[in-house]
């Protein structure tokens, strides 16, 4: 009975992540404006009934998306700015080679921009992307300072410096569209030499 029941949700989870793949490749396609129940069913090869199983509305999915991205990309970030191990230029490093090194972001990144700016979005999903972004500089905040104390980060406000650091990497992150890529190679460690003293 035990094993029905794991199984039963092991398969219930695999048609969700489905479903939130299918969404995330047509917004790469088509963009957020177009998206819609019946667009989502055919991309995952599913029956509109069977979406409505797993998520009540198309902003439902979209919130679901992100706020496990989101929430994942924090823990990431916090983990690395408590260590102690590694400097805060490691760290800074290690954030961006980590995020830049990841073939789909570009595709993520899209999304949240494309939310954040389309009109058929409810307000109240917009605030929940802004307000999860802005706690998730709070880490690279905290490297900022340190840099600072250590005297090898620019004396700059750091939640800016920390906005300005992730917004960057994300601004880098779409021109790896894959197939239009911009044939330049990207360096985290001119990324962070940006953010050094000199």
């Not at 990431?76 to 972001?105: G, M, Q, Y």
């Not at 993520?108 to 998730?136: D, G, P």
């Not at 992730?166 to 790896?176: D, E, N, R």
């Given at each position: 009975?035990a094993?029905?029941?794991?199984?039963?949700?092991?398969?219930?989870?695999?048609?969700?992540?489905?479903?939130?793949?299918?969404v995330?490749?047509?917004?790469?396609?088509?963009?957020?404006?177009?998206?819609?129940?019946?667009?989502?069913?055919?991309?995952?090869?599913?029956s509109?009934?069977?979406?409505y199983?797993?998520?009540?509305s198309?902003d439902?999915?979209?919130?679901?998306?992100l706020?496990?991205?989101q929430?994942?990309y924090?823990?990431?970030?916090?983990?690395?700015?408590?260590?102690?191990?590694?400097?805060p230029?490691?760290?800074?490093h290690?954030?961006?080679?980590?995020?830049?090194?990841?073939?789909?972001?570009w595709?993520?990144?899209?999304?949240i921009?494309?939310?954040?700016?389309?009109?058929?979005v409810?307000?109240?999903?917009?605030?929940a992307?802004?307000?999860r972004?802005?706690?998730?500089?709070?880490?690279?905040?905290?490297?900022?300072k340190?840099?600072?104390?250590?005297?090898?980060?620019?004396?700059?406000?750091?939640?800016?410096?920390a906005y300005?650091?992730v917004s960057?990497?994300?601004g880098?992150?779409?021109?790896?569209?894959?197939?239009?890529?911009v044939?330049?190679?990207?360096?985290?460690?001119?990324?962070?030499?940006l953010?050094m003293?000199?």
């Amino acid at each position: 009975m035990a094993r029905n029941v794991i199984r039963d949700e092991k398969v219930r989870e695999e048609r969700k992540q489905l479903i939130m793949d299918s969404v995330l490749q047509l917004i790469v396609r088509k963009g957020v404006g177009s998206l819609n129940i019946s667009e989502i069913a055919k991309e995952a090869k599913l029956s509109v009934g069977n979406i409505y199983n797993f998520f009540k509305s198309k902003d439902e999915i979209l919130d679901e998306i992100l706020r496990k991205g989101q929430e994942e990309y924090r823990v990431f970030v916090t983990k690395v700015a408590e260590r102690e191990d590694i400097t805060p230029i490691e760290k800074l490093h290690f954030i961006c080679s980590s995020w830049l090194s990841l073939k789909n972001n570009w595709a993520f990144t899209m999304m949240i921009q494309s939310i954040r700016m389309n009109e058929t979005v409810t307000e109240e999903l917009k605030t929940a992307i802004t307000r999860r972004f802005t706690q998730n500089l709070q880490p690279i905040e905290k490297i900022m300072k340190e840099g600072q104390e250590q005297e090898v980060i620019i004396n700059e406000n750091p939640l800016e410096l920390a906005y300005y650091f992730v917004s960057l990497i994300q601004g880098l992150t779409l021109q790896q569209i894959p197939s239009n890529s911009v044939p330049v190679k990207m360096n985290a460690d001119g990324i962070i030499h940006l953010f050094m003293k000199k």
